[in-house]
């Protein structure tokens, strides 16, 4: 049983009996039985809490800085009126602190046998499923002097999917894609290219590209035009170990790899080529593969937005394994990893040649900006010491360099700047031919 808090109708009976605070029922009655009647017979007039049915509907899925709906329906199954406050608990991260909040909260009357729906507001800070954990309610009776309190477990999980804040970047990649499919001519003929059609010679035009029989079948000079093949294999693989839960300002290296590859997935989607995933540390954490072009991407915020980081070292060995499976043929890998020196160095540029061997490598990583401008900074004593600790710029640029020796393609750059540099890293190896 709870006591309720209604002081002026306690002192409108009379004086408020000390014993009323006593931990024993039976010392509030010897001091006032008319009130402590009253207390317990509003006690057993108040709606069972127990005896009460709850479903829920609403939202599944939203993206992360967006609201949720979701619905609580409560049935009253006795002959009681329920006259209820009602808390419909969530995780913290599902709620910030304001309007939100408040909503789980409810005051509510239900008729015997009627059912009410109450909304909670969702607006989730972090990425994951967040999962209703319990429903508290507490029955008042008629006088509001004491109430029932129960919980009930409602399970609903909504999913919180990755923001994919880096798709205002799409459409300006899209029409450089349209201009790459439909140029006049590409440099590089080969492995990467296909035939398009005939058009006429103009000055510049490399010799290697006139059609001998067509031009000798016109007055004119004929030149093939070519455009990037299609349906070349994409395999992002995403290094989900240690090194990808370091936060660079308010994100974790982790978040801004999940943009990175959302948009690459996306324009290569759209440019006709497969992109298939692989989320690895000691294990394999995600995989989607073989998806149409209309479900790759669905499916692959799906599947990452439950992914968190491993406090654990990636195994670069099973990782490359990993890859080599997953790519029989030869496809461009785009390894979304960290540039720490000894994690590559011990890990990363010992298998490397099995890849580059088979494959294009394009490895992709997230560059602190306040580390560059630490490097910068002059002009006093703390300005010095902050350059001198900046030592890990140099290291950066070093392990950069061994990648790009050994057959790999490397992109470094800050958060915001990670999903639209690995995109013009793709179209330039797609327009050069390399895939």
């Given amino acids: 049983m709870a006591l309720t808090g209604r002081t002026a109708l306690l002192a409108a009976l009379g004086s408020l009996p000390v014993g009323i ?182 000055p510049g035009d490399d010799t290697r590209s006139i059609d001998w029989r067509a031009t000798a079948r016109q007055s004119a000079v004929a030149v093939r035009t070519w455009r990037p093949e299609r349906d070349r294999h994409i395999l992002v693989v995403l290094d989900t170990g240690r090194t990808s839960a370091g936060r660079v300002g308010d994100v974790p290296r982790l978040d801004a790899s999940l943009d990175a590859a959302l948009l690459l997935t996306a324009l290569a989607t759209r440019a006709g080529d497969r992109v298939d995933l692989l989320a690895y540390d000691r294990r394999i954490r995600a995989h989607v593969q073989g998806r149409s072009a209309g479900e790759v991407l669905s499916a692959m915020v799906n599947a990452l937005a439950p992914i968190e980081p491993a406090l654990v070292e990636t195994d670069a060995r099973g990782l490359s394994t990993a890859v080599l499976a997953g790519a029989p043929r030869r496809s461009l890998i785009v390894l979304l990893t960290g540039l720490d020196a000894a994690p590559v160095e011990e890990g990363l540029l010992p298998v490397l040649p099995r890849l580059t061997q088979r494959h294009t490598v394009l490895v992709a990583s997230v560059a602190d900006p306040h580390i560059e401008k630490m490097a910068a900074a002059r002009g006093s004593v703390d300005a010095v010491y902050q350059a001198a600790g900046a030592q890990a710029r140099a290291r950066r640029l070093r392990t950069a360099e061994q990648l790009r020796r050994h057959g790999a393609v490397v992109v470094d750059t800050t958060p915001d700047n990670l999903a639209p540099a690995l995109a013009d890293a793709y179209l330039a190896l797609k327009g050069a031919g390399r895939l």
């Avoid at 017979?41 to 899925?61: E, H, I, Q």
């Avoid at 009602?86 to 909040?101: I, K, N, V, Y």
């Avoid at 909503?103 to 009627?114: F, M, W």
């Fill in 21 to 202: 605070l006593a931990p024993s029922w039976t010392g509030m009655l010897a001091v006032n039985a008319p009130l402590s009647l009253a207390i317990l017979c509003d006690y057993a007039l108040a709606a069972p809490v127990r005896t009460l049915k709850f479903t829920r509907s609403g939202d599944t899925t939203v993206r992360l800085g967006e609201t949720a709906e979701v619905q609580l329906t409560v049935t009253n199954t006795s002959r009681r009126r329920l006259r209820a406050h009602l808390r419909d608990a969530w995780p913290p991260s599902s709620r910030p602190a304001g309007a939100e909040q408040a909503s789980s909260r409810h005051a509510l009357t239900v008729p015997a046998g009627e059912r009410r729906r109450l909304n909670t507001t969702l607006r989730p800070t972090r990425r994951g499923d967040r999962r209703a954990e319990r429903v508290t309610v507490r029955s008042f009776g008629p006088l509001g002097l004491a109430a029932r309190q129960g919980n009930h477990e409602v399970p609903w999980t909504v999913r919180v999917l990755p923001p994919f804040t880096s798709r205002k970047h799409l459409l300006s990649r899209l029409a450089r894609l349209r201009d790459l499919d439909g140029r006049t001519s590409v440099l590089t003929r080969g492995d990467g290219t296909e035939f398009d059609s005939l058009r006429a010679y103009v």
